[in-house]
Structure formats: C-alpha cells, structure tokens
C-alpha cells in the first residue's frame, strides 16, 4: 500500500512539474499574436508583419527591442516546424532545449534578404562609390485564387557566395594620376592604374529557401524585393533579387482591377422561366444566384463585396460581374409548337433596325 502510494505521488510529482514547465516557458503564440489552431500560412503572415514592426533597427530607443525581436525569431522557428510545434505544445519550451536552433538572421533574411530592409533609408542612399553586383528580375507566376487568398511560395535559390581562398589578388583597382619631375620648373602627369592587395576569394553555390508573400490582392507586375539576392560582387555589395509578379489567366473568372468577371450559360427556359444556381468562387465558397424573371443575353449581374480584395485594404473588395449567355435549343419547332409560343408570348414582331455601336 505504502509502495502504491509512493508511485501515486511521483506521477503527481512529474504531471506538476510539466505544468510548471509550461507556464513558465515564454508563450509563442501569444508573440506571434496567432490563435493554437492557426496554420502554418497565419503563422508566416505574422511574423513577416512583427519582424518589420520589431526589428532593432527600427526601434533604437527600445532597450528590449532586441529581446522582442529574439522571441519572434525562436517563436517562429518553432511554430513554423511541425515536429518542434508538437513538442512546444505538449511540453513547453524546456521540451526544445535540446537540438539545432536556427539563427534568427537566418530566419529574417528568407523573408527580406541577405541586408534586411534599410530602416530610414534605401540602397540608393548608400555609399555610390561602393561597388554593386547586378540586379536579378525573375517573373513569378501566380493563380487568382492565390492573389485572392494571399499564399506564401517556398523558392530554392543557388546563390553565388564569396569565401576566402588561398593567395592574395589585387582589387579596387582604380585610375590615379602621378606627377614626376623632370627638372627644374618641369613635371610630367601621367594616368596610372592602382590597386589594392585583398585576400583572394572564390565563388560558392550556397542553396537558400526563400519565402516569398503573395498578399492578397496583390497586382500584375508588381515586384518583392529580397535586399542582397542578386549578383555578387567580388570587391562590393551583392545585387538585389526581384520578384515580379506574372497573375495567370483562369478559365472561369477574369481580372480588371478588384473587379471579377465571370459568364454564365443558361437554357433559353431558364432565361424566360427563372432559375437558381452556384457559382463556385476562388476560395471554394458558394455564390448563390436566384433569378425569378426574364434574363436577356448579355444581362449583367453585380455581386458586391464577391470581388478581390483591394491591395491598399483587404477589408475593402470589389465586385464580381456575371454576365448571362442564353443558349437556344437545337432542334427546330413544328407549326402547333410555334402556335402555342405565339399564344403565351403574346408578342408582336418587332423588326427595328439602328446603329447599335453609335457613340463607340
């Protein structure tokens, strides 16, 4: 009995000590401003908006903005891993202590580059004398369900990265001019070429993920920066990397603006009799249409709020316009059937002949 009472009180003893160690391990979700459900897309939209709003460099007076901006990085390396996210939820953060924990720069650089961002300036600001590698543009192709949705892309990137190598080479040659004397109140100027002695370097391909944000609504050809991508520059600062967005063309919805276009076929039945139906939009959600009286082709239809939504405020979203096609049957009538048309119509001909593209 004393035995069982021992092994009672160990459990016990082990239950309090996981729950004290939970709730004293720091609280990812709660940094991340996500909910315990979120998925791993909330996850990444959060943190690509904190690590701009707390990286170091936009908050100098901050004495902590370098600790806030350590726990995002440790909150997002661990809620954007599956098998790390299980054992944060089941034990806390003492269950990570052991393995490989990435470096935060790491982290951020996926996001925006090798530089970050420039806080309080841009990479026209820099030293011009500095040399540049040339700039990378790469079209990346998106759906409209992703521009409607917002997605994040994972893009493998082989990055040519300088590492030191044996030897000694010459670099920031340049043009200088020097002046000999060739005797009393003479001199010769001549253009000479001068370099510097530096360390000799060599080219490695480094393989780096990138992850790239397609917001919503975000429009055709626009560009994502990622500072420090781009070509190297053996005796200055890497190029930049720009994504520049390509929106595909979808077979059932067309864009202009925030606006979607879409046409729907109907029955000639339909068209006089009325009718309902889904359209099914870019997210998986029903749009039901209801129509109870006569629909004319080429009859228009405007479904506020089912548009995309706006780049500037997702909260605002426009309109999807649908436009009616009436398909008329194949088959020809006999005289009792055009009769009996004639007769519920009651409809006189009407043969009016005008200018139908004036004012085009």
């Known amino acids: 009995m004393a035995k069982k009472g021992i092994t009672i009180c160990n459990v016990c003893c082990l239950l309090l000590y996981i729950a004290t160690a939970v ?28 690590a701009l709003q707390l990286h170091p460099d936009r908050n100098p007076d901050d004495p902590d903005a370098q600790d806030k901006f350590a726990d995002l990085g ?28 990435s470096s935060h720069n790491d982290i951020f650089s996926s996001f925006f580059g090798d530089f970050g961002f420039m806080f309080g300036g841009n990479r026209q600001q820099q030293d011009r004398n500095i040399p540049r590698g040339n700039d990378i543009v790469l079209d990346l192709e998106v759906t409209l369900e992703e521009v409607y949705s917002g997605n994040f892309v994972e893009v493998v990137r082989n990055k040519p990265v300088a590492k030191e ?17 060739l005797g009393p109140g003479r001199f010769q100027m001549t253009q000479e070429t001068v370099c510097d ?5 060599k080219l490695v391909n480094e393989e780096r993920t990138l992850e790239v944000e397609i ?27 720009r994504f520049r967005i390509k929106v595909l063309k979808h077979p059932v919805f067309e864009r202009r603006g925030d606006d979607l276009y879409t046409n729907v076929t109907i029955s000639l039945v339909e068209a006089l009799v009325g009718f309902e139906m889904d359209i099914i939009h870019l997210d998986g959600h029903k749009v039901h249409i209801v129509r109870d009286k006569i ?60 200018n139908g593209l004036q004012g085009y």
């Open 295 to 354: 629909t004319k082709p080429g009859a228009r239809l405007w479904k506020k709020g089912e548009g995309l939504p706006n780049f500037d405020n997702i909260n605002i979203r426009g309109s999807l316009i649908i436009t009616f096609d009436v398909e008329f049957p194949q088959t020809q009538l006999d005289d009792q059937q055009k009769d009996g048309i004639r007769s519920i119509l009651k409809q006189g001909s009407v043969q009016k002949v005008y």
């Open 165 to 181: 190598a044996p030897g000694k080479r010459k670099c920031n040659c340049r043009q200088e001019m020097r002046t000999t004397q």
């Open 197 to 201: 002695e530096c360390p000799n370097v």
């Open 23 to 50: 709730l004293a391990s720091r609280d990812f979700y709660k940094i991340l401003g996500v909910s315990k459900s979120a998925s791993i897309r909330d996850i990444k939209k959060a943190y690509r908006k904190l």
């Open 215 to 241: 917001e919503q609504g975000v429009r055709d050809e626009m560009e994502y920066p990622f500072i420090g991508e781009g070509e190297p520059h053996i005796d200055g600062e890497p190029g930049d990397l």
């Open 74 to 101: 440790a909150a997002y390396e661990v809620l954007s891993d599956e098998e790390k996210r299980k054992q944060y939820d089941m034990y806390g953060e003492d269950g990570l202590k052991e393995g490989h924990h």
